[in-house]
């Protein structure tokens, strides 16, 4: 990835490094920095989606909305959320995320315990856009914070590791919004409002904490030695140029993402999958309530495709690492979710169209890890990667302001205008899986063709492939960074 010099510099080092010191190393990490980020997007999806199960619990009904005002309620929490999404990915370097990530978290769980006690749709979408501005950061952030810590090939698994989280607030929050259901009355407030107060305390509670959790890099981690810190950085700079300290801001590196074909088709495809996501994580419980069931049982019922979703995305995570491959596992799970909405719209049994969840949730689900890997892992240097992480999560976020207003009431329980724009959604993603696939294998194959001539610009007597200079101004367009496919 670097210069001829420093590859035979950081080779000769980490040749000598035991695997046994390198495996301890980076399993330090996994068991010190992955469980803080994945509470971290545990709450986060926890503290956005448990709207669903707060309606099921009454909070429609209570508060007097219409399904236009209950679908309003949750875009106002989308649109700042997307706004937020690519500054605070450029800052979380400036500010450190040892400051940003604890702050947000505390801010957002204040937010959430707040919702508790609104009167009215007014102030429940005031404090739904305030969550949103808060919240937006998160996703994006902890995957380019991740990227600073696991080289390209380890970090499918660790951001699904997160990432299936969301499968497990899921079904965690349909069992939790269960059992708080039953304080309605405590202290003068109904149940939907208990959902909101108790989740929104703990996550306060766990922001706080979290000051004393994070290391801004592995430097900084108070759980390895000063070798296994030597490893790590050995490794980071192996897999990736170590340009940090010419890597500055510019809005030419902003642009430079913006302009990559590759990033643009994984945009779509983390637009299609981001519609597809989160009208399962917003609208589930509803299209279980409306097949028929009570509910509590609702509730209940809603547990089990989120679950199976939490095991598919982190077994074919790990495939997608273990083969170091993107697009083939998107564009397999994308094919399981396309059986299961074709299932859900052509079945008209009540049992049927609640097994196809089970397709449609896994499929799903398992791809947006995946997708924000590939994304993360073909940007460089590091503001051009904050930027197309940062992108890739707008399109999500643009895909769930779509999504809200795919549901309403009286279209359910088939939805099937909806269904057919999600099937139709879940082949858009195959495909662009395909494109970029062959522009990223030809991309590689024109630069390994062109070297001199792309380095040439760049070259003097001294460092005859332009040095750590051509890597910041080429970036991933540099002819020695390969594409993942």
Sequence with gaps: ?????????????????????????????????????????????????????????????????????YQICITALYVPYLLSELPSNLLLRAIGPSILMPSLITIWGIMVTLQGFVTSFQGLATLRAFLGLVEGPMFPGIVLYLSGFYTRDELSLRVALFFSAASLSGAFSGLLAAGIDNMHGLGGRPGWAWIFILEGLFTVVFGIAAFFLVPSTPRESRYLTESEKDLIMQRLERDRPPVASLDKFSFKQVWNSLASPHVIFVFIIFFVTGTNLFGLANFLPSIVSQLGFSPNKTQLLSVGPFAAGFVVTLLVAYLSDRYNSRAIPIMVVSALSAVG????????????SYG??????????????????????NSEPHYRRATSIAMGFVATSAGAILSTWRFPTKEGPRFRKTTIMNLTFALVAIA??????????????????????????????????????????????HPDFRYIL
Aim: glycine share 6%.
């Design 432 to 477: 662009f899986c395909i494109i970029n696939s062959i522009w990223l294998i030809r991309s590689n194959k024109r630069k390994r063709s062109t070297r001199a001539q792309l380095l040439a610009p760049y070259s003097d007597e001294k460092e005859g492939d332009g040095g750590l200079n051509a890597w910041v101004e080429l970036g991933d367009r």
């Design 341 to 352: 909405y074709a299932i859900y719209l052509a079945s008209h049994d009540k049992m049927t």
């Design 1 to 69: 990835m670097e210069s001829s010099s420093q590859v035979t510099v950081l080779d000769a080092a980490l040749a000598k490094v035991d695997p046994e010191q390198e495996r301890r190393a980076v399993r330090k990490l996994d068991y010190t920095i992955l469980p803080v980020m994945t509470m971290f997007y545990l709450l986060s999806f926890l503290d956005r989606a448990n709207i669903g199960n707060a309606r099921i619990a009454g909070l429609q009904k209570d508060l007097h909305m219409t399904d236009r005002q």
């Design 356 to 377: 196809a969840l089970f397709l449609m949730v896994p499929g799903v689900y398992a791809g947006a890890p995946i997708s924000a890997a590939w994304m993360a892992n």
